[in-house]
């Protein structure tokens, strides 16, 4: 099964700019890790959501906001694509990730849809 993990924005995420070298190596071993177990599929980190847009529908009606955006619990500061024989193998990888954020943090795993749910 393939499932998106979801690093959850933080205020520190919001507002530190770049990624310290230290963190971005670990992040890298074990982005490594995951490569060697044939898990990882693709994984990138986000810009704070002060560089970004939303745009809202409704109906024909398109709606352009720009960033940044509040509530910083509810962004994504980054993500993984990863394949998993099932969703405690998921967690089990997640539990052995380094705290993507200075304070406390939370990361989300959610399955992806795939043809096979359709049939």
């Known amino acids: 099964m393939r499932v998106m993990v979801i690093v959850k924005a933080t205020q520190d995420s919001e507002n530190m700019g ?7 190596a670990e992040m890298g071993r074990f ?5 060697k177990a044939g898990v990882l599929l693709t994984a990138d980190g986000l810009k704070p959501s002060s560089t ?5 529908f409704d109906g024909a009606k398109r709606t ?3 960033g940044p955006f509040a509530e ?4 994504v500061a980054g993500f993984w694509i990863w ?3 099932d969703m405690a193998e998921a967690v089990e990888w ?5 705290n993507p954020m200075p304070g406390p943090s939370e990361i989300e795993i959610r399955p992806i849809w795939e043809m096979s749910d359709f049939a």
């Open 18 to 24: 770049k990624p310290k070298a230290a963190d971005l």
């Open 31 to 35: 982005n490594d890790e995951l490569r």
């Open 52 to 56: 970004g847009k939303r745009v809202a």
């Open 64 to 66: 352009v906001t720009d």
């Open 72 to 75: 910083s619990r509810e962004l």
């Open 83 to 85: 394949e998993v024989k």
């Open 94 to 98: 997640v539990k052995r990730c380094l």
